[in-house]
């Protein structure tokens, strides 16, 4: 679920970087007291994702706003369905619109591209992950995105776990060294990651016990490879230019994660459009 407290100072950055001062259309327009109603429609196929956000950007606009909701967050959506009703002041409606739309879209968009992937690969052991290119600001919400969608997230931050990646180990020297450094320093319940570009860099990280090995833009056989080698002992996580095209290929190497950068960073958003009833 969403933290509101969270969600509504990013929702608070959006409404002022939309509304800087006076609304200079729907001030000058509109009567303030005049009441209406607008539908929410997709225009293409998607997965519904951030309909909580759409509310409560309305409720930050305007606080007498009602929302009713005709989907739930993960729903498929055909072109044309309608996803929530707006009803309360017409002035309030159209001036936070833009801000709604905006996260309604992308997050759909996320959680759409999310579906495809975590769909093809089904029938396989495996799990699609996220990364941390997220959009600065939007982590919350993109990465919630990802869940709605069917995969699973990586990490929310540098806090969470330790990620050596390979400058890093330029930085101290070897695989060995960086996990013995981090080991001795950070609590028991955090795992130690260590991203390999090479077998014999993946026998090194088995040998310093890691607990999970990313292996970086391997091919195929190397990570088929990999796995063999692995015999179980670590998580092993694929990464680097994973597509639709590649996905299914990679899940049947028998690695145990898909981490995906493309979730956040490049997912299309979905059109969707508020109309005035």
């Known amino acids: 679920m969403l933290n509101k407290l969270a969600v509504n100072k990013i929702i608070e950055v959006a409404i002022l970087e939309d509304i800087n001062g006076i609304d200079n259309t729907n001030d000058y327009l509109l009567d303030r007291e005049s009441m209406g109603e607008a539908s929410v429609i997709f225009k293409e196929f998607g997965i519904v994702s951030g309909l909580d956000v759409l509310k409560w950007v309305f409720e930050m606009v305007d606080e007498e706003i009602e929302v009713e909701f005709k989907k739930s967050d993960g729903d498929i959506v055909q072109s044309g369905e309608e996803v929530a009703v707006i009803k309360g002041r017409l002035i309030s409606i159209l001036k936070g619109e833009r801000v709604a739309l905006n996260f309604l879209q992308r997050m759909s968009g996320i959680s759409t591209m999310g579906y495809t992937l975590s769909s093809l690969v089904e029938d396989y052991p495996v799990r699609i992950s996220d990364t941390r290119k997220t959009t600065p600001g ?25 990620m050596i990646k390979d400058n890093h180990i330029k930085a ?14 950070v609590s028991h319940t955090i795992t130690v990651e260590v991203e390999v570009e090479s077998l014999d860099q993946l026998k090194e990280a088995l040998k310093a016990k890691a607990d999970i090995i990313m292996l970086d833009n391997m091919t195929l056989e190397d990570m088929r490879m990999a796995v063999s080698i692995n015999k179980g002992r670590a998580v092993l996580e694929a990464s680097g230019n994973i597509s639709e095209e590649n996905i299914v290929n990679i899940a049947q190497t028998g690695v145990d994660i898909i981490s995906v950068g493309a979730l956040t960073h490049s997912a299309k958003s979905i059109d969707i459009s508020l109309n005035i009833v």
Not at 140 to 160: F, P, Q
């Open 138 to 162: 939007l982590r919350l919400l993109e990465k919630y995105a990802v869940k709605i969608s069917g995969c699973y997230n990586h990490r929310y931050s540098l806090s969470d776990s330790v």
């Open 172 to 185: 101290v020297g070897s695989i060995e060294e960086a996990v013995k450094r981090v080991r001795a320093e």
